[in-house]
């Protein structure tokens, strides 16, 4: 391998690592200053919008009209259902370090939803997604979830739909490579437009500079740079180096949170953290023995 080729491999990872675990705390000072829904559908409409357009301009083909409504199915799962219900969560209260911890574990409902479509987890696997509940179970307890049923509520929901959306992701029609993702970023931010009016969001006042920076943050960082690292890991490296940020994502959270974010994690969180990423581990590594390829998700971040 080349010294180039090291240094991309080295940014790329860069992106998935730090620049999504950062997202979490940006998206806490997003709904500071936009309504969780409508805040993250014009940040996905943007830049999913953007990505699309790049594509056709560099001669990717259009996709059909069934290709659009299985992006819009995964835009719904991913988008509405994944990092809509953490921005509600976080506008509640819960915080940033605490959302991320949830969100890691999101490969164990993943391995669950796999069951669902036909392939039940290993004796390793059932064992990682046991030791990882236990793990969402002390969380519960922690100081923003502890009374907080709705925080706590949002929290399992979320990664239970990103993990759906993942899954399905691979049986539904649709084209390959980044133009998928661009199609269920800009389908999903619709849909989150859609649901945030209907639901009646509304801006209490304009939006100071420091919530229209986290919204340009997440939308050309969060979304478009990190998104384009993660393809480049996966065409170059191993798959479990290339996913290897659902590990790493959680501890950047949950570092940034308490240093910049001045939030505060009580002895439940830090138990709960590596009980959560050991499960996740148990079930990566099960995958990664078994013939059958792992889940790759569409897109992991918030």
Same mark, same amino acid.
């Given at each position: 391998?080349?010294?180039?080729?090291?240094?991309?491999?080295?940014?790329?990872?860069?992106?998935?690592?730090?620049?999504?675990?950062?997202?979490?705390?940006?998206?806490?000072?997003?709904?500071?200053?936009?309504?969780?829904?409508?805040?993250?559908?014009?940040?996905?409409?943007?830049?999913?919008?953007?990505?699309?357009?790049?594509?056709?301009?560099?001669?990717?083909?259009?996709?059909?009209?069934?290709?659009?409504?299985?992006?819009?199915?995964?835009?719904?799962?991913?988008?509405?259902?994944?990092?809509?219900?953490?921005?509600?969560?976080?506008?509640?209260?819960?915080?940033?370090?605490?959302?991320?911890?949830?969100?890691?574990?999101?490969?164990?409902?993943?391995?669950?939803?796999?069951?669902?479509?036909?392939?039940?987890?290993?004796?390793?696997?059932? +064992?990682?997604? &046991? !030791? *990882? /509940?236990?793990?969402?179970?002390?969380?519960?307890?922690?100081? $923003? =979830?502890? @009374?907080?049923?709705?925080?706590?509520?949002?929290?399992?929901?979320?990664?239970?739909?990103?993990?759906?959306?993942?899954?399905?992701?691979?049986?539904?029609?649709?084209?390959?490579?980044?133009?998928?993702?661009?199609?269920?970023?800009?389908?999903?931010?619709? +849909?989150?437009? &859609? !649901? *945030? /009016?209907?639901?009646?969001?509304?801006?209490?006042?304009?939006? $100071? =500079?420091? @919530?229209?920076?986290?919204?340009?943050?997440?939308?050309?960082?969060?979304?478009?740079?990190?998104?384009?690292?993660?393809?480049?890991?996966?065409?170059?490296?191993?798959?479990?180096?290339?996913?290897?940020?659902?590990?790493?994502?959680?501890?950047?959270?949950?570092?940034?949170?308490?240093?910049?974010?001045?939030?505060?994690?009580?002895?439940?969180?830090?138990?709960?953290?590596?009980?959560?990423?050991?499960?996740?581990?148990?079930?990566?590594?099960?995958?990664?023995?078994?013939?059958?390829?792992?889940?790759?998700?569409?897109?992991?971040?918030?």
């Amino acid at each position: 391998m080349s010294a180039r080729n090291r240094w991309l491999i080295g940014l790329a990872l860069f992106g998935v690592y730090v620049i999504w675990g950062s997202t979490y705390l940006v998206l806490r000072y997003l709904v500071e200053e936009f309504p969780p829904f409508i805040g993250n559908g014009i940040r996905f409409v943007v830049a999913g919008g953007a990505l699309f357009g790049f594509l056709r301009w560099r001669g990717i083909p259009a996709p059909t009209v069934r290709q659009w409504w299985s992006a819009t199915q995964i835009g719904a799962l991913l988008m509405m259902g994944g990092v809509g219900l953490v921005a509600v969560a976080e506008a509640r209260g819960v915080g940033s370090g605490l959302a991320a911890t949830a969100v890691a574990a999101m490969p164990l409902w993943a391995a669950l939803w796999s069951g669902m479509f036909g392939r039940w987890p290993s004796p390793v696997e059932w +064992l990682g997604m &046991i !030791v *990882g /509940l236990i793990g969402v179970v002390i969380l519960s307890r922690e100081g $923003d =979830f502890a @009374g907080n049923a709705l925080g706590i509520t949002l929290m399992i929901i979320a990664p239970a739909s990103w993990g759906l959306g993942s899954m399905w992701s691979q049986r539904v029609n649709l084209p390959k490579g980044a133009i998928a993702t661009a199609m269920a970023m800009a389908t999903g931010g619709a +849909l989150l437009l &859609i !649901v *945030g /009016l209907v639901r009646g969001e509304r801006f209490e006042a304009f939006p $100071d =500079f420091g @919530g229209w920076l986290a919204l340009l943050y997440l939308i050309t960082f969060g979304s478009i740079v990190a998104f384009s690292s993660y393809m480049y890991l996966l065409k170059t490296v191993r798959p479990a180096l290339a996913t290897s940020y659902a590990y790493v994502n959680p501890v950047v959270a949950v570092v940034l949170g308490v240093t910049i974010g001045s939030e505060v994690l009580s002895g439940q969180a830090w138990i709960a953290l590596p009980l959560i990423l050991g499960g996740v581990a148990l079930v990566a590594i099960a995958k990664e023995r078994s013939s059958e390829p792992a889940a790759v998700p569409v897109l992991q971040e918030t």
